[in-house]
C-alpha cells in the first residue's frame, strides 16, 4: 500500500490494527485517527477494527491455512488486509465480490501492487472452500473462540465448565448502558425522555439510575447530555456506588479514579456534605475525571499522583470510605476492548498482583476505624480477587469483611463476581472491607 494518510475506512482500519498488533497500542487511543472521517465511514471503519481484533485468532488461523507461506513481518499490513477482507466475508453482510475486489484494490498502486494478486487468490480460495476451512480452524478452541491459550487455561481453572459461556460472552456485541443522574433527574422522567427521541431502554434492576439501551447510539443523541443529564456506564460499574454506603458528611477517597465515571457516581449518589478527593497518576486520563465532573457540574478534589507514595498527597485527615479502583488484567471487559486478547501477555498478571497487593497495603492505613474499603476490578481471574482479598486478610488482623448480599453475580470465598454478560453486564468483581 502507498505510504499516505489514510483516507477510506478500510485502509484506516488496517492502519489502526497494525498500531494495535505491531506498536501494543490499546485499540482506544489507535482509533483516534479515525476523527477525520466522515461520520458513516468512522462508524464502518470502528466495526472492521472491533471486529477483525475481536475474531483476530479465528481469521488468522484461516489465513494460514489459505496461504502457502506467511507474509514477511515487515508486510503486516498486507496480512491485516486479507484479515479484514475475510471478516467483512464471514462476519458481515458486505457482498462477496465488494469485500474481494475492495480489499485488492488497496493494493493496486505502490510498493506492494504484488500483493493484489496473491489477495485476490487468498480471497476467492476461501470463497470456494469456506466450509471445510471453517470448520478444519473450528476444531481448535483457542481459535474458534478467538482466545489466547494461556487465558483459557487460566478461565477453565477458574470457572470449569463456565468456561464457553466466558469465552462466548467476550465475544459478544457489548450494550450501551447509562446512569442518570439522580442529581438532574429521575430514571423514571429520563426514560420518558428516551421514548421521546425514539430511544428505546430498560431499567438496570439492580439500582434505581441504571439503562439499557436497546441500540447504542451517540451521546449527542442523548437528551440533556451535555448538560449532564446521563452518562455512558456499564450497569456492572454502576454498583460501586450503592457498595459503599456513603453517609452525610462523610470524607471519601477514590483511588485510580480515572476516567471518573465511579467518581462521579458516588458524588451524583451521596448527600452534599462529603467531601471527596480523587487520585490517579495518569494526568490524561485525570483530565477525563475534570471534564466529567465539570459536564455534571460536581466537585470534587482531583490530583495526579501516585496511589503508592501517600506521604506526597495524604493531608492526615484519615477517610470514611475508600474506593481502590484496582489496575488489573481487564479479563471482564474483553467484549469492549477485544484488543486487551491479543495486548494481554500472562506474564503480565504477576506484576498486577504485586501492584495490587502494595495498594492495598498502602493505602489501608488511611481508612478510620470502622470505615469501609471498597475493592474493585475488571477482571474475572481469581488471583487478582478473591485470592488477592483472602491474602489481605490475613496479613491485616484489623480487617473484616462486609459480606454483599447481592441479587446480582456470584458470591466467591472473599467478594462478589460478576461474569461478562451476566445481566447485560461486563465481568466485574467487589469486595467490602472495614476497618476493626
Known sequence: MKNKAPRSARETA????????????????????????EARERAFCHELCYGTLRWHDRLNGILKLLLKKTFKPKDLDITVLALVGLYQIIYLSTPDHAAVSETVNLCRNGKKSWAKGVLNGVLRNFLRNRESLEKTVDENL???????????Q?????????????????????????RVNQKKTSRSTYLKQLEGSGISAIENPFNSVGLTLDHSVNVDQLPDFWQGASSVQDGAAQLAATLLDIKDGQHILDVCAAPGGKTAHILEAA???????????????????????????LNADVMTVDGLEPNEWFDGKTFDRILLDAPCSATGVIRRHPDIKLLRKASDIPALIKLQHDLLNTIWPLLSKNGVLLYATCSILSSENSQQISAFMREHADSKEVKITAE?????????????????????????????
Open 154 to 178: 487460566e478461565l477453565t481453572k477458574n470457572w470449569g465448565k463456565k468456561v464457553i459461556d466466558i469465552l462466548d460472552a467476550n465475544n459478544q456485541y457489548p450494550p450501551m448502558s447509562i
Open 14 to 37: 488496517v492502519v489502526v490494527i497494525c498500531a494495535v498488533l505491531k506498536q501494543g497500542k490499546s485499540l482506544t487511543d489507535a482509533l483516534s485517527i479515525t476523527e477525520e472521517l
Open 142 to 152: 483457542n481459535l474458534r473462540t478467538s482466545h489466547p491459550n494461556w487465558l483459557i
Open 271 to 297: 448527600p452534599s456534605t462529603v467531601s471527596l478527593l480523587a487520585i490517579d497518576i495518569d494526568e490524561n486520563r485525570n483530565q477525563r475525571v475534570i471534564e466529567n465532573l465539570q459536564r455534571l457540574q
Open 408 to 436: 446480582w453475580g456470584q458470591p466467591c470465598e472473599h467478594g462478589q463476581q460478576i461474569l461478562p454478560g451476566d445481566n447485560n453486564m461486563d465481568g466485574f468483581y467487589y469486595a467490602c472491607l472495614t476497618k476493626i
